[in-house]
């Protein structure tokens, strides 16, 4: 959940502009039925199993619209639902109700699918030391709800921008002249508070990494059998990431090499959304 001034500051003049997105100048259908304020109630049901999450985002879109609107919710984030099963009903203004409905369920239903995909790999980590952790693969302005919703599902978070901390990856490290240039320009560029973290994508990288003093050494769409020698080489002298192409379908295999923690883009680029629908909408 988020607090309240990361709500005022962040979060709300996200979903005004995404408001202001499907309302140009009017909403022409709803004016047409509805050309006066009426009272009405519309439930919030799940369509199929999953993980909720983004349930105040979701509000705060009819919020935003009408702060006497009434949202009763009977689940909260993190929440395993069934489908078919009533998670809640919105009160209020039906002409809110019928303008803020897409933008809330949009986010209800790209956070839910997120959280859901991401607790589906979570599960496949239980039992290992290993940290799920998400990229900046994230869709433009929305990396805050993504993000947010990696959290919800088990997973954690990686660097949120680019301000958060030393990344060094392959144009970083072309752009320096090489692995060990990197790394130490980067220690003497970057705060000290600051983890220097470097991509690496073979056996001499990893080399070159770890003599330079590198805090994390991400290995990137390495082989199995590279990435274990990777390991030996590192030998507990800086903490290790596995990244490349993960998904539900592999990331079981790379659990027996003892690294740190594994990345992995497609938590936010290619997970499903969940079905979720506001229906019986009546008056009152």
């Known amino acids: 959940m988020f607090d309240p001034i990361t709500l005022k500051l962040t979060v709300d003049p996200l979903i005004e502009s995404a408001l202001k997105e499907d309302v140009t100048s009017e909403d022409v259908t709803t004016n047409s039925v509805m050309p006066e304020g009426c009272m009405g109630q519309v439930d919030l049901i799940c369509k199929e199993d999953g993980v909720i999450c983004g349930l105040q985002v979701f509000s705060r879109a009819f919020e935003l619209l009408d702060e006497t609107t009434e949202i009763n919710l009977l689940v909260k984030d993190g929440d395993h639902v069934k489908a078919g099963q009533l998670m809640g009903t919105v009160t209020g203004d039906i002409r809110v109700l019928l303008v803020g409905e897409r933008t809330g369920l949009n986010y209800l239903q790209r956070m839910s699918g997120i959280a859901s995909y991401t607790n589906s790999i979570a599960k496949l980590l239980e039992g290992t030391k290993i940290k799920l952790l998400d990229t900046r693969k994230t869709t433009p302005n929305n990396r805050i709800f993504e993000k947010y919703a990696v959290r919800v599902g088990g997973g954690n978070n990686h660097r949120y921008n680019l301000t958060d901390g030393v990344l060094l990856k392959d144009n970083h490290i072309g752009a320096a002249g090489g692995v060990k240039n990197a790394i130490a320009m980067a220690k003497e560029y970057a705060p000290f508070v600051r983890k220097i973290e470097v991509e690496v994508e073979n056996l001499e ?24 020698e990777a390991v030996e080489i590192i030998a507990g002298r800086a903490e290790i990431e596995i990244s490349g192409n993960v998904t539900k379908e592999n990331i079981s295999k790379l659990a027996d090499l003892g690294v740190d923690y594994i990345s992995s883009g497609a938590l936010t680029h290619s997970s499903p959304i969940m079905d979720i629908s506001l229906k019986n909408l009546h008056r009152i």
């Open 205 to 228: 990288m990893v080399k070159e990494a770890v003599e330079a003093g590198a805090d994390i050494i991400m290995l990137d769409n390495m082989p199995h059998d590279v990435m274990k």
